[in-house]
């Protein structure tokens, strides 16, 4: 068995601008029994979870999965620990909220809220300084990838958001791998497409920290993604899970996400 096949695959839940606390009280009502019944057909461990909603639900989230191996994290995070940064958060506040993960350099982040690279790769460091593990996005535009440069792209935008993380510290951070043009408009791109660029993704962490390295790092696909089309792409031995969006805001569907993942994968998994 080599590194590769060790690395356990991660189904992370983008929310976005949605759900109130009610509305994330009812989706963990409906999704703990229905993935519970799922996975206890086929009596195996889950695979890694990760739920990210909007601030205001994290405390509940955090309350209400505290018995479940589902983890929590952010959709942003700001690089101080304190300050006069009027609405923005810290990492070590949201570890005190319970937060393992968090996502960074989205590319509704960068495209609409203007975040440049050099603030992503300050936001990587920061999660890292408090134990947080940085799901990094990464991902070309359309008009991009006809022009042929979605290897490019991709690759620079992974070296920059890795550039002031440490060879010691690359397996603890998650790159997501989402064409801008696949988030919520239904396309998606192909397995082989999808594989190629987290490939490249791959050669640049190797070229950055030696070779090897990214052997150990998740690398995660997004992009209109789903219970229908999840299997073909985590049949790609360089694709370890997937960041999704839409498909996560309803429990029934997250779970058979979560059920498609597991059949996909089931010699890697959480235990």
Known sequence: MGESELRVPLLAANWKMNKTVGETVSFVGAFIPEVRSLLDSTRDPWPEVLICPPFTSLPALSSLLASYPVRIGAQNV????????????????????????????????????????EMVARKVRAALDEGLKPVLCVGETLAEREKGEALKVNSEMTAGGLSEVKKEEVSQVVIAYEPVWA???????????????????????????????????????????????????????????????GA??????????????LRARPDRRTG
Request: contains cysteine; aromatic residues 8%; negative net charge.
């Open 78 to 117: 700001y690089w101080q620990a304190k300050g006069a940064f009027t609405g923005e958060i810290s990492p070590l506040m949201l570890k005190d909220l319970g937060c393992r993960y968090v996502i960074v350099g989205h590319s509704e982040r960068r495209h609409i809220m203007g975040e440049t690279g």
């Open 183 to 245: 988030i919520g408009t239904g396309k998606e791109a192909r397995p082989d497409d999808a594989a190629q660029v987290i490939g490249r993704i791959r050669e640049t962490v190797d070229s950055l920290f030696g070779k090897g390295v990214s052997e150990d790092v998740r690398v995660l696909y997004g992009g209109s993604v789903k219970s229908t089309n999840i299997r073909s792409f985590m049949m790609c031995e360089e694709i370890d899970g997937a960041l999704v969006g």
């Open 248 to 261: 996560s805001l309803d429990p029934v569907e997250f779970a058979r996400l979560v059920f498609e993942v």
